[in-house]
């Protein structure tokens, strides 16, 4: 009987302190609850809040407020006076625990809120109130006491995240969210729509309790969503989420290509094909590490660690990443792949606006080895390493090095974006190239032996690949030693061009390569030949001319000379026109092989130096090319190459396989 009693007693009290209160608030005129409600979050926060607009009030068991034209001072450092407005805010709260002091919100909803969250150089963010306790070890702000709630509404609200020290914003249309709890310490459920840097996005999934959150204590998160077409995951924790910024979460992504989050990242993105990627984040402070990351793009693969700091006015990334393939056609549409196929473009070299503002939104070094990248079919280099520094808009890559057909490549490259426009330097170095297996495995010849060096020194400027292809200036070295042809090669040449390669063999024998040179300095866009000679058992190759990569176009003259007299009416020279897109050859209507051949012996000089071709001679069994090379050593100024030429030395000879023609469509036009 007697708990029967407390029982009774204890309602009953309740009961008396309900009415109290009922009869309390029913009595208030609505400027007093304007002048209660300012005061009580004053003295909670320490900031201002101002109900502009009319109150309406709704007792019950459980009470509800409208409040209109509401809005919130920011920090006294903020950006703006307001840290939010609202045009409507309606809230209903627990009558009950609201006696104990306990504010536990049933239903808030904001219509039309407009909130700013921001940090200072330092870090600090305008959602913080108060002082931290003296002697807590951390100099971290108290988020002060905040309320727990059953249900949040947003409708059509916007919101912004800057971030002090990198002077950046986030900015947020959210067309509406709802996030709702069944109890204080159950999980938040939660269902967001809207765009961040107009990249539409929906997200849903679980958020920890509002007791957790109101407490600051690890707050675990699910989610999934979609950004941009781009379906993503997130899932993990993240500690004391108002007053640190900790954060641990195992992302992913997959999505149709990377270009559709340029918004979203506020910086350009590659133009790719279908992508995936997964990583473990972990976020603390500026400092955003991921490990684990794998990213998938069509056939190709990166995985490695990357670190990203946001401490300055530019984020820094460093790292080191690896690759099974890297396929350059992966970083292409398949749509677009397909239209260059059927309509390709008037230039080899592309118009394409190179990314200059990517160039100077980020700095960073990153290390990458690539088992293969690859260009194309049958191009590609191996063992690839190289390291890419990007500061201050200036991308280097440097050192470099890879396998190219049984060779070896090193060397650099540059681009300079810290002017208008940007500059380009490439350096390349390479060393016992297979252009046999090249050409093999570009599917344009076999039976082709050899090897070649080459030295490539060029630089120039402009806003595309075209535009600082017709400015490049340097020059191209190439030298190589004995190689052969295979005689089957020759005899499947074009009709129009057999008369003009069945020199170059004797007797059905394949064709023994002595040599081959090419010297051709670049200035202004334009390669002129310096010398281009190439040297067999039969038949001696000289060629002058020029490309000019302003317009791509082509023009060379190709004069054979024979060594052997039965072969000497047959040596008949040729012109290679047209452009570097589509190559034209055809004979040389100047004249005779022999008269051809005497006009390049002048027009070779110093290479040949005039007595080197014995023009008048019907044959020379001298090793024209190492004695071009021992004449004019110093010509390139890459003594390297010219050291190893000792032996012989050969062209990628462009000219055979099924025709000269499709030689050259083959590696230029692609």
């Known amino acids: 009987m007697r708990l029967k009693r407390i029982a009774v007693i204890g309602a009953a009290l309740a009961a008396a302190a309900a009415v109290a209160v009922y009869a309390t608030l029913s009595s208030l005129e609505f400027e007093e609850l304007r002048g209660i409600a300012e005061s009580e979050v004053r003295q909670a926060t320490g900031r201002e809040l101002k109900v502009a607009g009319p109150i309406d009030l709704q007792i019950s068991l459980s009470p509800s407020i409208a409040l209109e034209d509401v809005s919130f001072a920011n920090a006294p450092w903020g950006s703006r006076s307001a840290l939010a407005t609202v045009k409507r805010l309606e809230l209903e709260v627990s009558l009950l625990p609201l006696l104990l002091g306990d504010v536990r919100i049933r239903r808030l909803v904001l219509v039309e809120p407009d909130i700013l969250l921001e940090t200072d150089r330092d870090g600090r963010g305008n959602w913080l109130f108060g002082e931290a306790p003296v002697g807590d070890g951390e100099g971290e702000e108290s988020p002060g006491t905040l309320p727990t709630f059953s249900e949040i509404v947003v409708r059509d609200g916007r919101a912004f995240f800057h971030n002090g020290k990198t002077d950046r914003t986030m900015r947020f249309h959210l067309s509406s969210l709802r996030a709702r709890a069944e109890s204080r310490s159950g999980p938040i459920e939660i269902a967001v729509s809207g765009a961040a840097n107009s990249t539409a996005f929906k997200i849903e999934g679980t958020l920890g309790s509002p007791a957790a959150l109101a407490a600051d204590e690890t707050f675990p998160l699910k989610l999934t969503g979609e950004v941009a077409g781009v379906r993503v995951t997130a899932e993990g924790r993240i500690e004391a989420p108002l007053t640190r910024q ?247 040449a074009d009709a129009g061009l057999l008369d003009m390669f069945s020199s170059w063999g004797a007797d059905g024998e394949d064709a023994h390569l002595n040599c081959a040179v090419i010297r051709m300095p670049l200035k202004d866009g334009v390669a002129t030949s310096e010398a281009i000679l190439l040297d067999s058992d039969t038949v001696t190759v000289g060629s002058d001319g020029s490309a000019d990569l302003r317009d791509e176009t082509l023009d060379f003259r190709v004069t054979p000379q024979a060594k052997q007299a039965s072969l000497l009416s047959l040596a008949v020279p040729f012109r290679i026109t047209g452009t570097l897109g589509q190559p034209q050859v055809g004979p040389d209507p100047l004249g005779t092989a022999v008269g051809a051949a005497k006009v390049a012996g002048i027009l070779f000089n110093p290479l040949v130096a005039g007595a080197a071709l014995l023009l008048d001679s019907e044959s020379s069994d001298q090793n024209l090319c190492v004695a071009a090379l021992g004449q004019d050593q110093g010509a390139t100024g890459q003594g390297g190459v010219v050291d190893k030429a000792t032996g012989g030395v050969t062209d990628t000879l462009k000219g055979v396989g099924e025709g000269l023609d499709k030689g050259l469509k083959s590696l230029l036009g692609d």
Not at 435 to 464: C, F, N, P
């Open 246 to 492: 900790v954060a641990d979460l195992s992302v992913s992504g997959k999505g149709a290509s990377l270009v559709d989050l340029s918004a979203l990242a506020d910086t350009p993105l590659p133009k790719t094909g279908p992508f995936s990627l997964a990583a473990q984040v972990r976020r603390e402070g500026d400092e955003i590490k991921a490990t684990g990351l794998a990213i998938q793009v069509g056939g190709s693969d990166v995985a490695g660690n990357l670190r990203l700091s946001l401490a300055k006015a530019r984020p820094v990334v460093t790292g080191k990443l690896t690759a099974g393939l890297i396929d350059l056609a992966d970083l292409m549409p398949p749509d677009e792949v397909a239209l260059a196929m059927t309509d390709p473009p008037p230039f080899v070299f592309p118009e394409t606006p190179l990314p200059m503002e990517a160039l100077s939104a980020i700095d960073g070094e990153i290390t990458l080895g690539v088992a293969v990248l690859r260009f194309r079919d049958g191009l590609e280099l191996t063992d690839a390493d190289l390291r890419l520094a990007l500061a201050g808009g200036r991308l280097t890559v440097d050192p470099l090095s890879a396998t190219l057909s049984g060779g070896t490549v090193t060397g650099s490259l540059s681009l300079d974006g810290r002017q208008t426009p940007l500059a380009f330097a490439l350096q390349l170095d390479a060393s016992d190239v297979n252009y046999g297996r090249l050409l093999a495995d570009m599917k344009i010849a076999e039976g082709v032996d050899g090897s070649l060096q080459a030295v490539v020194d060029v630089r120039g400027s402009g806003v595309s690949p075209r535009a600082i292809a017709a400015g490049l200036s340097g020059r191209v070295d190439v030298v190589g030693g004995e190689g052969r042809i295979d005689s089957s090669l020759l005899g499947a």
